[in-house]
């Protein structure tokens, strides 16, 4: 069956080349007959044939070069496509460790980095490079949330576990029961943080601006504050000019609260937090600094990044998540202002907020 397939391919394939031999012979018989009609010239039959063969033989070898460079062009994008579209089915199986370089240098090797092809290439080696980091950055959410939420369920698990013995005097039993109840706290944190994370990243949360008192909000938080920077005898040193600003307040509640709370955290017994306002070219800023232990420089630029803590086991003693920067970080981009952290490790930190007037 496959033989008698392949024959009758090879006879309409020698049919289809008699068929084209026969019509360009044609088509060169009534060119030539019609040349000799427009210049009144009457060749012999001898020269008419030879003349009708060479152009005949001619329009056919034209026709054959045709054929083969639309087969040239053809297997050329297939050479292209087929990786493109490799590429493409490896990303939508989540493999984004994809190479495309080959095909991108030979296009700047020919100067050539106009060219469709090579707009496709550096699109999808750029899209499969974006999709790799958000992947990256998903699998390590989730890491990171997995972390955060086992540490205090542990703890919970093995202490209550540890108050079923009946042995306990009351003393002991309330010091545990303390510590399930911090650790129930740190979770319950972790969560609200992740939900307000979440609704902040959400491209539909509007801002609710409205005219407020900026100097008055900062007075209101750190009296709210009160007990926490009491008990460790901090010097609450306060500057505040009467400022109006438009922003959603609620919103700017939290970046205050959070600033101010690591401020605390951070900033030792008997120790100084400076919180100031003033006008400023672009708007108006908030200046809080404190003489904490500082940050080191290499954590500075990873600060405001979910979960990261630059100091892990303080952290973990004051309770943190390191989602507090973070959603502080979401809030000041949405209302398009600016913050800045300076750092020296034994001095403190100064943080900017700077509060752009809107025109």
């Known amino acids: 069956m496959m033989k008698l397939s392949l024959i009758m391919k090879r006879f309409l394939g020698m049919l289809a080349v008699a068929a084209m031999l026969l019509i360009c012979w044609s088509f060169a018989y009534w060119i030539t007959a019609w040349c000799y009609n427009w210049f009144q010239i009457t060749p012999r039959e001898f020269i008419r044939q030879l003349i009708s063969s ?28 087929v990786p493109m579209i490799q590429a493409m089915k490896m990303m939508s199986e989540g493999n984004f460790n994809i190479d ?6 030979q296009f700047l090797e020919n100067k050539d980095n106009d060219h ?33 939420i086992q540490s205090p369920l542990t703890s919970i698990s093995g202490f209550a ?4 013995n009946e042995g306990l ?9 303390e510590i399930i109840e911090t650790e129930s706290i740190r979770l319950s944190k972790l969560s609200e943080n992740l939900l307000k994370l979440t609704s902040l990243e959400s491209e539909h949360l509007p801002l609710e601006r409205k005219k407020y008192r900026l100097d008055h909000q900062l007075r209101r938080i750190i009296l709210a504050n009160e007990p926490q920077w009491m008990e460790k005898e901090i010097n609450m040193d306060i500057s505040l000019e009467n400022i109006t600003v438009s922003a959603d307040e609620d919103m700017m509640d939290q970046v205050w609260i959070n600033l101010l709370h690591n401020s605390i955290k951070f900033t030792p017994k008997g120790g ?8 400023s070219v672009e708007g108006f800023t908030v200046k809080i600094r404190d003489t904490g232990i500082g940050i080191e420089k290499d954590a500075l630029m990873h600060i405001f990044e979910r979960f990261y803590k630059a100091d892990e086991s ?46």
């Open 54 to 81: 060479f152009f005949g033989f001619f329009i056919f070898g034209c026709f054959i070069s045709i054929l083969r460079k639309i087969q040239w062009v053809k297997s050329r994008q297939n050479k292209f496509l």
């Open 100 to 105: 495309l370089s080959f095909y991108k240098n």
């Open 116 to 148: 469709p092809y090579y707009q496709i290439v550096n699109s999808i080696h750029h899209m499969a490079e974006k999709l790799g980091e958000m992947e990256g950055m998903r699998q390590e959410f989730i890491s990171n949330v997995s972390h955060e």
């Open 161 to 164: 576990h540890t108050l079923k």
């Open 169 to 177: 005097s009351q003393e002991q039993r309330n010091h545990y029961l």
């Open 272 to 279: 100084t937090i400076f919180v100031e306002t003033y006008k």
């Open 314 to 359: 303080r952290s973990r003693d004051t309770g943190g998540n390191g989602l507090g920067l973070s959603i502080v970080k979401k809030i000041i981009d949405l209302h398009k202002y600016i913050i800045e952290v300076k750092s020296d490790i034994g001095k403190g930190t100064e943080i900017h907020v700077v509060l752009k007037s809107r025109h």
